[in-house]
């Protein structure tokens, strides 16, 4: 199996998404050039990001939107049901609970843990919490593959340790910080402050940018 490129495996969400809008619209063949200015990418990389998936587009016609999503969403093995545990229902969690294009993409939450009293024995979106001490036995039980960690920091390597001892395969964690696993778990930490940071740098670069130019268009005009 060929090892994907973390930016391709990042990308394809982003085709999927405009692939199935285009689906909607009626649009039944797409190229790569039109998927690639669509969403301000190069149209090689579009090509050679898609090669991944299996699906080959036709020098004329490109590619058919339908084949192509399903060969995006097979790749990603969104086709395929993932059970999964949330820990920490809270505000963030319970918004997870609620998502329910989640499950289109495979990942179906079976059960949540906490440990808030108040919130134990009652259900968040039909799912029911559970105390922290079930986990291991609930995870093997049901066969759970995948954890989601949306405790406050310092509860995150106690909850990973109680998803380790169950055998789950990843672990999706949202809080900020970084949890260690044995090598064969997967951990894919989300760090929204990663994106903000982003975000704000690039508002100031982009501000800064923009009063040179205008400083630089008003020297101009004095000369
Ligand atoms: P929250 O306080 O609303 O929810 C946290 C939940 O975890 C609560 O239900 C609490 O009872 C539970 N909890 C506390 N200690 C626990 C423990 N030891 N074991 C299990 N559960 C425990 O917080 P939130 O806003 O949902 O944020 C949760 C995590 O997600 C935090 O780490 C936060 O930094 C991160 N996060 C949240 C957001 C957001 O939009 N809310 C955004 C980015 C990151």
Redesign the pocket.
């Known amino acids: 199996m060929r090892i994907t490129p973390e930016p391709t495996m990042r990308r394809l969400p982003h085709y999927l998404h405009f692939l199935k809008r285009q689906l909607e619209n009626g649009v039944e063949k797409i190229s790569s050039t039109i998927i690639a200015q669509a969403l301000s990418l190069d149209s090689t990389q579009v090509r050679k990001d898609l090669e991944y998936t299996g699906v080959k587009g036709k020098p004329k016609t490109g590619f058919f939107v339908k084949e192509l999503i399903q060969a995006i969403l097979e790749f990603l093995t969104w086709t395929t049901r993932r059970d999964a545990f949330l820990?920490?229902?809270?505000?963030?969690?319970?918004?997870m609970l609620g998502y329910n294009r989640f499950r289109e993409y495979g990942l179906n939450f079976v059960a949540a843990?906490?440990?808030?009293e108040n919130?134990i024995g009652s259900e968040i979106y039909k799912v029911p919490i559970f105390t922290?001490d079930k986990i291991p036995s609930m995870a093997r039980r049901m066969n759970v593959q995948v954890g989601v960690?949306?405790?406050?920091?310092?509860?995150?390597q106690?909850?990973t340790d109680l998803l380790v001892e169950g055998g789950i395969k990843a672990i999706w964690n949202?809080?900020?910080?970084y949890v260690k696993a044995p090598k064969e778990v997967v951990i894919e930490n989300?760090?929204?402050?990663e994106s903000l940071a982003a975000l704000t740098r690039k508002m100031v670069e982009v501000d800064f940018h923009l009063e040179k130019y205008r400083l630089s268009n008003l020297e101009g005009n004095r000369t």
Request: glycine letters at 10%; aromatic letters at 10%; charged letters at 10%.
């Open positions: 820990i920490g229902a809270g505000n963030l969690g319970s918004a843990f906490d440990t808030d919130k922290l960690l949306t405790v406050p920091a310092h509860a995150a106690t909850a949202f809080a900020p910080t989300h760090q929204f402050t």
